[in-house]
């Protein structure tokens, strides 16, 4: 088992940056990859952000050149480093831990963190 606890989501004005934590625990090993993903109100969640394991990125259209994935595999811990932050990215944001393989395997999620941005 896996557990996967989200930290640093708030409220921040527009033009603003905030950086998400993802601390995982228990179980972990055959990580194929850690990504963010977000639900914003009266949406379908959405990928945000993924890095494989072996450090390739992925990143959504809506965040490219804005959002940075990034990971400290000794913390066992993935963040997301937010700026230039918009209204349309406020959501819940969920932590994805996916062990296994490319198209198989097990997907562990987190809570969430709020992100508000408003001014």
């Known amino acids: 088992q896996v557990q996967l606890v989200e930290s640093g989501g708030g409220l921040v004005q527009p033009g603003g940056s905030l950086r998400l934590s993802c601390a995982a625990s228990?179980?972990?090993?055959?990580?194929?990859?850690m990504a963010w993903y977000r639900q914003p109100p009266g949406k379908q969640r959405e990928l945000v952000a993924r890095?494989?394991?072996?450090?390739?990125?992925n990143y959504a259209d809506s965040v490219k050149g804005r959002f940075t994935i990034s990971r400290d595999n000794a913390k066992n811990t993935v963040y997301l480093q937010m700026n230039s932050l918009k209204p349309e990215d406020t959501a819940v944001y969920y932590c994805?831990?996916?062990?296994?393989?490319?198209?198989?395997?097990?997907?562990?999620w987190g809570k969430g963190t709020l992100v508000t941005v408003s001014s």
């Open positions: 994805n831990l996916k062990q296994g393989g490319q198209n198989s395997g097990i997907n562990y």
């Open positions: 228990g179980s972990i090993f055959n990580v194929y990859a």
């Open positions: 890095i494989i394991s072996g450090g390739s990125t």
